[in-house]
Every structure is written in C-alpha cells, then in structure tokens.
C-alpha cells in the first residue's frame, strides 16, 4: 500500500532560491503516453522524486484531446494521488513508500538542450530516461546528457536495435574513459537502450495464441505460462509447476472489476498465496505451465517458402486446363498402346508429334492409328492458346514479384493486424516467428511495416479499415482472432465492433491510449460477448515497468498482462535483500508481492550477465550447453548470497525489492 501523496505542485521552472538542489533525482523527458506512465512508475511505485520534461503544446499522438501535453501529465498525477490517497485513508500501517516523497516536477521545452537539462539537474541526477518518438532526438539528449555527467544512469528509447546496440557500446565507453577502475556490473548497467515496441510485441502477439500463452526466455529456457478458466463442477485441473495469479471474480458484469490496479478484491491477485488458491471458486488462473528449451533464434519465415510456388505464379483456371490437356494425352498414348503393337516409348513419341504436328499423316496406317492421330491434332488446337496463356500469366507474375500479396481465397484460421506503424511491425515479426497466418490491414502505402510484409509474402490489404469491405478482403469471417494496432483508439474500437458482428466469437486485443476509455470498452465488450476472448492493451503499460527497472540500475526478462495488471519477471542477486538472504525458498515467498522461481546454479565467474539472452551455441552443431538454472526447487532450500535468482514480482513488489540495493555508479 502507498501513502499519503501532495498534490501535484506548480512549480517555476528553477530551483528557488536558498533552497538546496535536489540530488539523485530522476529524469524522464518524453513527448507521449510512455514518459507520462514512467513518471507515474518512478513516483508512485519507487517512491523516487521524479522530474518530467514534456514539450509545449498537444500531444502528437491524441490531437483531438483539448488539454496539453502537461495537463494530461498533471491529470493523471492527480488520479493517481487520489487513487493513493483512498488507498493509504483504508489503512496500510507504517510502509508509506512515499513519505517524504516530493511531487512530480513537470517542465516544459520544445528540446532537451543543453540549457533544458542543466535546468532539470541533469548533473545531479542519479538516472536519465530519454523516450521521445523520434530516435534521433533521443540519441543528441544521451550524448549531450553523458558530456554533462558521466556519472548518469542512461535509459534511452530506440527502435533500431542495430544502432542501440551501437550507442550504448559508445556511450559504455564514454562513461568507462570518464570514471577509471569502475565496477564492470555498473558500467553494464550505465548505459540501458529498450523499444517499447519490442517490450509489448510478445504480450500482444501471445492474445493471438490459443490459450492465451506468454512466454518468457531465460537462459536459453522459455517459461510459459498460460490463463486457464475456472473449473466445472467435479471438474480437477492440472495445477501446473505454481499458480501465479487469480483471474477477476465478476468476468460477465458490466460493473465489476476491469481487471486494473484498483479493481480491489474483485479484480484480479498476483501471485496468491495456497490458501488463497484453493478457497477460489469460479475464477479463472494464470499458471507456469511448462519449461522448455529454446531454439536459436531464427529469422521469421515468409508466408509462401522461399520461391514462388506454382500456385502464386498460374492462375487456378490455367493449372486446371494445363491438367486436362495433359490428361488428355495421356488417354491418347493409352489409347495408342492398345490399338497397336508400339512400345510405351513409341506410342508416347508418336502422340506428341501428333499434339504438336509435326508428324505426317497416317495415310496407310490402320483406322485406330488415323483416329488417335485426329485426336491428337484436336487435342493440339487447346495447346497453344495454353501456353499463351500461360506466358502471359508469367510475365505478369514477374511485374507484380515486388507488388504486396492479396489474401489467398482459402485462407482461414489466420490473425488480421491492424496497423504497420511501429508496434505493429514488432508484433508481425513476431508472429511470424511463431508460424502464424497473418493478414495486414495497412492504409498508409508507405506505412513503416509494408517492406516488411512485401519481403515476407504476408497478405496485405490496403485500405482504411473503416470503410466498407476492408475486413472482409481479410478474410474476416475465417480470421481466429484480430490484432487492432493502430495509432487511432477510435479506429481500433470502431474495426473491433464491426468484427464482433460478423464474428462473435472472433478473440480481439485493441490497442488503447486513454485508461478510463479502455476500462469502458473492456468491460462493455467482455459483457457483450462472454464467449470470447476480449483483451485492452497499452503499449506504455506493458513497456513503462520495463523502463523503470532500467533507470533502477536492473532489467527485467519480461512482462505478463493479467488482464489490465503487469506482472515482472527478474533476475536478482540474493546478497542484500534481507528478504530472500537466508530464507528458504518457502519462506521467501511474499503472497502479492514477489515469487522465487528458479535459482542460477552457475559459479558467480562463469554466469551469463543477461539471462534473457540465449547461450552461446557450438559451432560445429554440437550440443547445447546445459542451462544453469534450477527450476524444481526444495521449498526447504535456503538462500544463499551468492546465489542468482528468477522471480516472478508484481511491480510494487519489485520496486520494494530494489530499493533496498540500489547500484549508484561512484562520485568522482
């Protein structure tokens, strides 16, 4: 539970005057829904003073809406603080994390300039997150930011992973000239470059799976875990490896729980407690299913194989011709083998000069060979306008190679995505990893994803899903589920409602920016269709924890929407957490808070710093190297410092954990 929160102060822009500076602070500087939800991360979950820098103006992404970029920021502090409020007035004893805790500071610059971050303490400052939309920007904030303090913990937000790569090996360097003799492990963590569409992909393509799996890679190990519905009368399911979380109670009430952090007891529990568990009734579990390893990753594989199958070069009409003719003159050297004392070699030979004429006629030859000769020369007339056709499909097939793909007419099963902006290139990549059918709906020609799906062969329809006929070119009424990805939350509710339709029982995820209007439509679209899988994602939601965990100096292996809930999996050092040094696995179990999972029983040298990364694979093709991590853990096993864990961690859990050990890189 947090505390009492001040309400959200308007400040001048420098600090006053005989007030001391603030010091290890933070700074997130951003432009959309993402830097305001990672303020709110930072300040009401870690309890850190958090200074925000938004740019003048509406925010690019929601023009419509009438308030500023700083008055939604201040509006959505001020539902927070209330939400806090009632919260801390229902009693939460002494653990106030934001006692103390001073306000959101929310600045206002059209650049994260030199003078722009001076002005926020930027040489003051413990961690810096740069999250902008544009990676450009981005990248000028983190090398003007690291000249100003080598010392800063850098999160920074890119959709290039090659050029992230590159930046955070450059600004490492940078940091590690600066400060001389500095600890490794916190020079891996100075630098950290996340994409939020990288982050969110796996959730929102996981609503497109059967049963709702997520996955998290470990190791080399994927975890996954799977929404299971509640039980039949009599009914005995398998309980899985652990039970991590309890589904909402009131699935079909309009006005019951949307499943978010202040849905209350209704809404759904992260990681509850046995009893809890089996005092449940009628409400459905997210479950660790199964543990299994991991392939190298592979590219994603295109929808067609690697050529152009004969089906994508001739039309169905000409292949059907193509095979009557040959039919036919199969039947004539049949025919020919029958009538007449020639070998199979000869009657064949002989019926194809006839297909083609150039035999001569069979003036003395007995009346079955002048009748197959006629035959033959009849059946010779249908050749040609064949292969014309045929050349002439050829060529056409041969100009339109670079053109997009139209949706087969047999195609069923398949997921249609809504949008090639950004997330959804992400989310098509990874689908396509997963072997799944997809069709594209796209209305920008020049969208960012259209290469992409040109290069893959992915069916692509092009048009404004709005209009009449867009979804059903896609296959629509066939489709398994549908991905609304836009830019656009009107757009995306307007495509979902003509889907449901046509298809009721079609599984939906939309895409949403506004909370308050995705807990409507959530709970509106899960009452109107109980018999279908209905899910509201935002992509800063699933993205924010990620970043927040940055800026704390730690990285998370992945996140798991329980509904409208995150729940975190990370990787920790036992040494300084009085809650797990010493404890025994049972015992260190913390019911709605954090979970441990596994243990690393790799020697501390030899240990793969990022666990999310798969491990190094023999050249040769040989074995795989055996994972270090143990997952069939003894409950009476006691932690040891120098172990390294995997916990499953609601995010106030996580954040209760990190602030305990928090890694400062060293003052000059």
Not at 528 to 555: D, E, K
């Amino acid at each position: 539970m947090l505390g009492f929160v001040p309400p959200l102060p308007q400040q001048p822009g420098r600090p006053q005057p005989g007030r001391p500076p603030a010091t290890g602070h933070m700074i997130v500087c951003g432009d959309d829904a993402l830097a305001r939800r990672l303020a709110v991360e930072l300040r009401f979950v870690y309890g850190e003073r958090v200074t925000l820098l938004l740019p003048p103006g509406r925010d690019a992404n929601s023009p419509e809406t009438p308030l500023t970029q700083r008055g939604r920021a201040a509006a959505l502090f001020g539902r927070m603080s209330a939400a806090m409020n009632r919260t801390g007035a229902a009693g939460n004893g002494g653990n106030d994390t934001n006692a103390g805790v001073e306000a959101v500071r929310i600045m206002e610059a059209p650049e994260p300039s030199d003078d722009v971050l001076e002005e926020a303490g930027v040489d003051r400052a413990a961690a810096l997150a740069l999250v902008y939309d544009d990676d450009e920007r981005n990248i000028r904030a983190a090398l003007t930011a690291r000249r100003l303090n080598p010392r800063l913990r850098l999160v920074i937000r890119l959709y290039n992973r090659k050029l992230g790569q590159h930046l955070e090996e450059l600004l490492d360097q940078a940091a590690a000239v600066a400060m001389p003799g500095i600890d490794p492990a916190l020079l891996d963590a100075s630098t950290t470059v996340l994409s939020d569409a990288d982050t969110a992909a796996p959730a929102l393509a996981a609503t497109a799976l059967t049963g709702s799996s997520k996955i998290i890679q470990a190791e080399g190990l994927l975890l996954r875990a799977a929404e299971r519905p509640p039980p039949r009368p009599g009914e005995t399911l398998d309980p899985g490896l652990c039970t991590l979380a309890l589904l909402s109670s009131t699935t079909n009430d309009p006005a019951g729980s949307e499943g978010s952090d202040s849905s209350g007891a209704e809404g759904p529990e992260l990681l509850p407690s046995e009893e809890t568990v089996a005092a449940a009734e009628g409400r459905g579990t997210v479950v660790l299913e199964a543990i299994s390893r991991a392939d190298p990753d592979r590219p994603a594989t295109r929808m067609g194989g690697r050529g152009a199958p004969l089906a994508q070069v001739f039309s169905r009409r000409l292949r059907w011709s193509a095979l009557g003719v040959a039919v036919a003159a199969l039947s004539l050297v049949v025919a020919s083998l029958l009538t007449t004392e020639d070998t199979a070699v000869h009657s064949t030979y002989l019926t194809l000069l006839d297909l083609l004429g150039m035999n001569d006629p069979a003036e003395n030859a007995p009346a079955a060979r002048q009748v197959i000769q006629l035959l033959s020369g009849i059946a010779g007339l249908l050749l040609l306008p064949l292969l014309i056709a045929a050349v002439l499909e050829a060529f056409g097939t041969l100009r339109t190679a670079s053109s997009l793909r139209r949706p087969p007419r047999g195609l069923s099963g398949h997921v249609v995505l809504l949008g090639l902006g950004k997330i959804g290139t992400r989310v098509l990549v990874r689908l396509r990893e997963l072997d799944i059918p997809v069709v594209v709906v796209e209305e920008d020609p020049d969208a960012r994803g259209i290469p992409l799906a040109r290069s893959m062969h992915v069916p692509t329809v092009l048009g404004d899903v709005t209009q009449e006929g867009v979804l059903e070119a896609a296959k629509i009424r066939r489709a398994h589920a549908l991905l609304a990805l836009t830019s656009i939350d009107t757009t995306n509710l307007e495509a979902t409602l003509y889907a449901r339709s046509v298809k009721p029982d079609l599984r939906v995820a939309l895409r949403l920016y506004d909370d308050e209007f995705a807990t409507a439509v959530y709970r509106t679209l899960r009452t109107a269709h109980p018999q279908a899988l209905t899910r509201s994602r935002s992509v800063s939601h699933l993205a924010a924890p990620s970043f927040a965990v940055a800026m704390m100096g730690r990285q998370i292996l992945g996140a798991v929407p329980v509904e409208r809930k995150v729940m975190l999996f990370a990787a920790l050092e036992v040494a300084g957490h009085p809650q797990l040094e010493g404890r025994t696995v049972q015992q260190a179990f913390q019911a709605r808070s954090w979970r441990v999972l596994a243990i690393d029983a790799t020697p501390p040298a030899d240990r793969n710093p990022d666990l999310a990364a798969l491990p190094p694979y023999p050249l040769d093709g040989g074995a795989q190297p055996p994972s270090g991590l143990v997952w069939d853990l003894r409950p009476e096993y006691v932690l040891r410092a120098q172990d390294r864990v995997v916990i499953a961690a609601t995010r106030r859990g996580l954040a209760e954990l990190l602030r305990r050990q928090r890694s400062v890189l060293p003052q000059q």
